[in-house]
């Protein structure tokens, strides 16, 4: 089996490129900006240049490639955008409108003197070339993570967002549920798109969050009892309690609003089924979920995970810092590896 895998975060596109007839030591791997943050140095370019844009492409991950739209509008230069490529701004395009963008329909040609920048969350041409460079071919099957708020044009993105991960806590929470492969829900529009980047008839592409996806690579080794699972990433901290293959209770909060200390204390109250949807969303985070209580003191172990991992160096709990294969950025790859291995296995039978 061979397949790309690409986590893609907002600070980093983490990739693996997996062999199953190598050692996985000798898969290649990158750690390589983050395709929003490659879009957003594109946009500043022609900022400083005095240049007006005209953005193209599918919908993709925002931050910081939004802020540069914003910063681009704010120093009186134009921005052009097609619809699809605007959604990343905003769910809604009347406030893409409102604040000075001008929407471009699909079969218009780019405005006169403006600079096209194409947007999408995985660039295949860049990956090829660099590949081929080394003399390498990127696989045909795709396993991808980014993390989708869903198109909740007239709701809180956070709360559509979390609506999402209930609905698959309440399914049942086995971790093959926060799997797509081939296909993924209509509103889930982020993950729609890279399947319009990827999908040919011939190849597989799988799709996850990034959260779980995380999740699922720094379980590797565990012995199925219920562990408290964190990954601490650039932007956004998950946390979930799962026994065997499920998950049974599960928070997210904003990286920048946490510490150890409070970190300590919500994954304590997580696993006592004590922490509430409020506690989390009042606090700038997106919400929490708890199907099934287990206890803290039942739980074998604290696995944390991330770029940020490193603020849980000062907990006072005996947390694990995971790594499988001895690689931490690659647990988010990891995990799609297995779940694109079992998705296959499944359909095959």
Known sequence: MQIIAID??????DILLYDDAQHIENNIKMVLPSQTRIIAQRISHATGAGHD???????????????????????????????DAALTIHDNLEKVTQMGVTLVGDEDTA????EQIKMCDVDTYALGTALELFETQMPMDFAVAVQD???????SNRVFRFRHFRELLEQGGELERFAHLNHVPPHLSRMQAV?????QPEN????????PAAICGALSGSSGGPVAVVNIGNGHTLAA?????????????HTRYVDAQKMDALIRRLCDGELGFDDIFNDGGHGCYIRQAVGFRNIESVIVTGPNRQIMENSVLDVEFAAPHGDM????????VEMFSKNIKSRRG
């Open 111 to 114: 405005p006169v003197g403006a």
């Open 195 to 199: 399947i319009k980047t990827l999908k």
């Open 53 to 83: 844009i005209f953005l193209t492409g599918t919908t993709m991950g925002g931050g910081p490639s939004g802020k540069a739209v914003r910063e681009h509008i704010k120093a009186g230069l134009k921005v052009y955008a097609r619809p």
């Open 241 to 253: 309690v799962v026994a065997g293959n499920r998950m049974l209770a599960l928070f997210e909060h």
């Open 204 to 211: 597989n592409v799988l799709l996850m969050d990034t959260g």
């Open 8 to 13: 893609v975060g907002m600070g980093t596109q």
């Open 149 to 155: 708020h869903g198109e909740a044009p007239d709701m």
């Open 329 to 336: 950025m690659l647990t988010g790859c990891f995990g799609l």
